[in-house]
């Protein structure tokens, strides 16, 4: 599982012109499931995003979580996470999950999210998505649960 992670001011998905997701201060997600990913992986990634304590307190230091400045999230699927370029000009993406279970973890995913966020707003798995966002920071991570737990 691989995950983009923005601190934004706010950020917005839309679909064929109608917007389905807006959040204001809190996390975009970029979500790249792969083909080997697990609910019990899902579980470790939303428990170590959501306690990421990378906002600034008072002092302005990265002291703080979601829970702590009451934020949100927008959570976006993003099968090109899984892109390998290693060989020719086109990527390759055979390492991402099949539609099927990368739609259900994805799902599964945003579930987990709402035990610890209130809001969770996504956009929709397959679709053509417009995401617009004003970056904080910018402050932008990329978490691999290959490198997080070495699966």
Not at 51 to 69: M, Y
Not at 89 to 117: H, Q, T, W
């Amino acid at each position: 599982m691989r995950c983009v992670i923005q601190v934004v001011n706010h950020a917005s998905v839309t679909v064929d012109g109608e917007q389905i997701g807006r959040i204001g201060r809190g996390f975009l997600i970029l979500l790249g499931v792969a083909e080997t990913d697990t609910e019990e992986l899902a579980d470790r990634m939303v428990k170590k995003i959501c306690g990421l304590r990378i906002f600034p307190d008072e002092n302005g230091k990265t002291n703080c979580s979601l829970a702590d400045v009451g934020g949100e999230l927008l959570v976006v699927s993003q099968f090109t996470l899984y892109a390998n370029c290693k060989k020719g000009n086109r990527p390759s993406f055979i390492e991402a999950g099949a539609p099927e279970k990368a739609d259900a973890l994805y799902e599964y995913f945003m579930a987990e999210c709402r035990k610890y966020v209130p809001t969770v707003e996504h956009g929709r798995f397959g679709a053509d998505m417009k995401v617009e966002l004003l970056n904080d920071g910018p402050f932008t991570l990329m978490l691999d649960s290959q490198q997080l737990f070495g699966e």
